[in-house]
Antibody, heavy 117, light 110 residues
């Protein structure tokens, strides 16, 4: 199982950013996928989950209405579109997989997002 | 708002046994919450230890075990080793797609 995030960078507040996660080593279309973040020096925070068939998507209250999770099963790829970014969105963002909507059983290495003026 | 609780810190002697817990501010933890446990050292991604209450992830030594103890989920480490010194996080599935992590437990081995 291999999950590789990309797309993290430093952006100004209010701007947008799109994260990607490329996966291999398992049948991507059979699994739910998550984004989890970790602010500097803080604990893990669950962000969003998408079902194997993209029909169901759920978000933490902290990102609801600003972030959108999506996937492309033909490309074995997971995405997180982040709009109206805030300084408190600064974190390492991890993609992770799960059988169904839970629990998480594998993680990527993370990509760093810094929101700063 | 439901909060997932963990001990902020814990200490264990080398070779000793320690049990970390994962609870809810409202209600009891059960297998339907799919309690899972992750180990993280500074600068590294989380590593899955236990998922679905007591399923050990591939390559995880059997010194690590998960269970339900009373109204909480529990992670027990037996024969603690120096490299077990890490942060440990639990996560609970609250239904309707929502998962919540605990605040983490910093384990010291000394």
């Amino acid at each position: 199982v291999h999950l590789v995030e990309s797309g993290g960078s430093e952006v100004q507040p209010g701007r947008s950013l799109r994260l990607s996660c490329a996966v291999s080593g398992f049948i991507f279309s059979d699994y739910g996928m998550h984004w989890v973040r970790q602010a500097p020096g803080k604990g893990l925070e669950w962000v969003a989950v998408i079902s194997y068939d993209e029909r169901n998507k759920y978000y933490a209250d902290s990102v609801k209405g600003r972030f959108t999770i999506s996937r492309d099963n033909s490309k074995n790829a997971l995405y997180l579109q982040m709009n109206t970014l805030r300084p408190e969105d600064t974190a390492v963002y991890y993609c992770a997989k799960s059988p169904g909507m839970a629990p998480i059983d594998s993680w990527g290495q993370g990509t760093l997002v810094i929101v700063s003026s | 708002q439901i909060v997932v609780t963990q001990e902020p810190s814990f200490s264990v002697s080398p070779g000793g046994t320690v049990t970390l817990t994962c609870g809810l501010t409202s209600g009891s933890v059960s297998t339907s919450h799919y309690p899972s446990w992750y180990q993280q050292t500074p600068g590294q991604a989380p590593r899955t230890l236990i998922y679905n209450t007591n399923t050990r992830s591939s390559g995880v030594p059997d010194r690590f075990s998960g269970s339900i103890l009373g109204n909480k989920a529990a992670l027990t480490i037996t024969g603690a080793q120096a490299d077990d010194e890490s942060d440990y996080y639990c996560v609970l599935y609250l239904g309707s797609g929502i998962s919540v992590f605990g605040g983490g437990t910093k384990l010291t081995v000394l």
